[in-house]
């Protein structure tokens, strides 16, 4: 590869959160590996990574225009060997996260840090998983990740210093502002977030309020950007409702497990934004 190895990362996964990274790191002027198995996963990510790209600029969230990196697709995690750190952003399934993490330790070089884009999978458990448990750190992206300004740094309990600092260097190269908590089901912003979004839900089903006035009563009164199921939409109901579960599972406490209106609406193909609806109407036909 002709970059610099330093101006070089790996994403896995073309998903909706790996294409939100992808458009992230390319416009701050990386150079992106986006891996996934599907060819034509990769060939409508990267014409929505473009869209992604051109929005960023829009709203300035690149300082440099002009200064967008090169992505390139590989089918297989080989593809990621010249990079300088792997970002895995699949699916929130514990143990494809660790099957995933486990043959890309065993591909990268030592010393290249291994971050999982986790919503709430413990990083000890993950690291079970991988050859070098002293180089997995998880960084909780939010969606759209070239547009919000923080993240969520989890420091496992076999994390290092050195891999702590290159995550850290990589994310203040990437514009982050980072929080560093300490290892546990759901970290911080999913153990408050996704139990809101689930109660919200709850009160919509019990015909309590509508989603409209949930979501007004949650921006006007207290302060939440958008409202919890307009957010749910953004994150996914897939997404939340299997978050939802690995939190109730790893905590032993039941009442985190999503509730029956989310779980119908999983049911039913209504997965949020991305399928055109969700708590709301977008528009589009379902696919």
Partial sequence: MANSRSDVIAVLGAGVMGRSITALALGRGMHVVLVDVSDDVLEDARSEITQQLRHGQLLGAFPDAGATGTLTTALSAE???????????????ASLKARIMAEI??????????????????????AKSVERPEELAGVHFMNPAYLIEMVEVIRGPQTGDAAMGAVLSLLERLGKKT???????GFVTSRLLHPMINEAARIVSEGTASVESVDQLMHGCLGHPTGPLRTADLIGLDNLADALRLLAERTQNSTFNPCELLVEKVRRGELGRKTGRGFYDYGEVLS
């Fill in 79 to 93: 593809g990621a060997a010249d990079a300088v750190a792997v970002i895995e952003a699949i699916t929130e399934d």
């Fill in 105 to 126: 330790s065993g591909t990268v070089p030592a010393g290249t840090p291994l971050i999982t884009n986790t919503s709430g999978i413990p990083i000890a458990e993950l």
């Fill in 179 to 185: 929080v560093v908590v300490r290892d546990a089901p």
